[in-house]
């Protein structure tokens, strides 16, 4: 998991594409070609994260501080299928 040193989008290298896509985004000389075919689908897929996640997390650390109990939020990252997330939820 890591970005394409485009922006701050996430993405997720299928298995198996390690290799294809390192070789794809080091060095300096790296093209506008490179990423573009580092970011196809077969390679690569880009991470959407929930804008929910930061809120959830915030309610439980105030419900923490409220409570005086230790409360937890679960980020869970789901790799299968061909929409990769990160969520939260609270635990």
């Known amino acids: 998991m ?11 290298v299928r298995e198996g ?8 985004l080091n060095g300096d000389q790296i093209t506008k070609a490179n990423r573009n075919a580092a970011r196809t689908s077969g390679n690569s897929a880009l991470i959407s994260i929930d804008p929910s996640l930061q809120s959830t997390v915030q309610n439980v650390s105030d419900q923490s501080l409220q409570s005086e109990l230790e409360n937890q939020a679960l980020i ?16």
């Open 76 to 91: 869970l990252l789901d790799i299968y299928g061909d929409n990769p997330s990160i969520t939260a939820q609270p635990g």
């Open 2 to 12: 890591g970005n394409d040193g485009q922006g701050d989008a996430l993405r997720l």
């Open 17 to 24: 594409q390690e290799s294809a896509v390192s070789s794809m």
